[in-house]
């Protein structure tokens, strides 16, 4: 008796974890592949759903504007993931360097994280803007032709990841930087006794060291830029037309905004397929 | 000779320095600059929020906005439902996240390996796509650290 409850006791400690998992994660998937493999929008809510098959996939893939919201998820992603990984890992690594007041700089780098999305989205929707924002102002006052940040169908999509990247790059800071201080100094001491120069112990004992941190880190600010979708609500609305819909933006759009509740699933559907292959590819590379 | 040596390496020094304070300057402007715009804009009446060309320093400091803002009867309301959102989940995450992460350090069991890989990396990709924005924020910010930290932070000494 005593034996099995010995064996039974982490699956114990771990049921209200899964309990939550099962309830919030797991029952809601379940709910979305059932959903979009029917017929659920604003008029068909109340009514019976009908079982459409795989029709709501084929709408989707014959949708122009599907294309466009993937293809900018992919900029937005790519923009995103480069800037806030290579500027986060900058201010890591120069606020290691034995900097005075360091652990100020490093709390004043972290307020743009500690705001809301929302937030950050309308104060940035006013620095953007074409007649009143501020670096229209700038780029006037010095001689150049206003640009149309929000209204230019070629440009919106780099606003908003310059939005993100200064709402995203403290995560990868802080993140770098635990990475970094759990590398023991002495490592560095030997490599300067061996004649190392700062550049090669950065290469050869940094990086190699930092790999698991770079991964994860990597992962989570991939995932949360394909998933992110406040910025791009708030800011310009997916607009104009669909120059700034990502494919999160394309799902909410589709199923709360246009009312075609099924599509949009579909749509959430094929991004958690595409969360899970880059993933996927990630941890495959941190693994080798 | 000797001396020249020590001499080129203070000036490296003094070189490498700057270039850290620089570019640690740069990254600093960039960080705040947006914030002290928007708490600029804060103390500006609504018709010179939006004149052109925009001012740096409000023309005329006015604390009415805040007098808006606070005696709005919806603010009150919101912030206690934020109170109650934000409390309310850290609780109930971190206790649950507790008895989990318990059961991960003190325990070996069978299924712990599978879950350890799996666990943390579900929560991210499925996770906060049909909640609410705030939820969206407390998910992102606790939930995420607790569990994805106990369970599948990265080891770099392979100690385990």
């Known amino acids: ?288 | 000779m000797q001396k020249a040596i020590i001499r080129n390496n203070r000036v490296w020094f003094f070189a490498e320095r700057t270039l850290i304070y620089a570019l640690i300057a740069i990254l600093l402007f960039v960080t705040i600059a947006p914030l002290v715009w928007v708490f600029s804009t804060s103390f500006k009446r609504n018709e010179e929020s939006i004149s052109f060309p925009p001012k740096f320093l409000p023309e005329n400091v006015t604390f009415d906005n805040y007098k808006f803002v606070l005696t709005d009867p919806g603010l009150v309301r919101s912030l206690i439902n934020s109170f109650v959102v934000s409390i309310g989940s850290t609780i109930l995450s971190v206790t649950v996240s507790a008895l989990g992460g318990y059961a991960f350090a003190r325990f070996e069991f069978k299924a712990k390996n599978l879950i350890m890989s799996d666990f943390g990396s579900f929560h991210d990709t499925c996770g906060y796509k049909h909640n609410s924005i705030v939820h969206y924020a407390i998910r992102s910010r606790y939930a995420k650290f607790v569990i994805g930290f106990d369970t599948n932070f990265p080891d770099p000494y392979n100690t385990s």
């Open chain 1, 1 to 288: 008796m005593s034996n099995i409850l010995a064996k039974a006791e982490p699956y114990l400690f771990l049921t209200p974890a899964f309990g939550i998992l099962l309830v919030f994660l797991i029952f809601p998937l379940f709910w979305n592949i059932y959903i979009s493999f029917h017929d659920v929008s604003f008029i068909t809510i109340l009514k019976n759903w009908e079982y459409i098959g795989w029709k709501n996939f084929v709408d989707l893939f014959n949708d122009p504007n599907f294309y466009t919201s993937l293809k900018n998820t992919v900029l937005f992603v790519a923009g995103s993931v480069a800037l806030q990984f290579g500027i986060g890992m900058l201010m890591a690594v120069l606020l290691s360097q034995k900097v005075r007041a360091a652990g100020v700089l490093r709390a004043i780098f972290i307020i743009p994280w500690t705001i809301s999305a929302v937030i950050v989205a309308f104060s940035f929707k006013f620095i953007f803007d074409y007649n009143f924002g501020i670096l229209n102002y700038i780029l006037q006052q010095i001689g150049l032709q206003q640009v149309g940040w929000l209204a230019d169908p070629n440009i919106v999509i780099w606003s908003l990841v310059i939005a993100n990247m200064w709402y995203g790059t403290p995560f990868t800071m802080l993140f770098i930087t635990a990475g970094l201080l759990s590398i023991i100094p002495s490592i560095y001491e030997a490599a300067v006794i061996d004649g190392a120069t700062k550049f090669r112990s950065f290469l050869h004992i940094t990086l190699p060291l930092l790999k698991p941190f770079i991964v994860i880190n990597l992962i989570l600010i991939t995932m949360w830029s394909v998933n992110f979708f406040d910025l791009q609500l708030v800011m310009t609305g997916g607009g104009p037309l669909f120059a700034s819909t990502t494919a999160s933006l394309y799902m909410y759009r589709q199923a709360f905004e246009f009312g075609l509740l099924s599509k949009g699933a579909a749509a959430g559907l094929i991004l958690i397929i595409i969360n899970i292959s880059v993933a996927f590819v990630y941890l495959k590379l941190l693994r080798r």
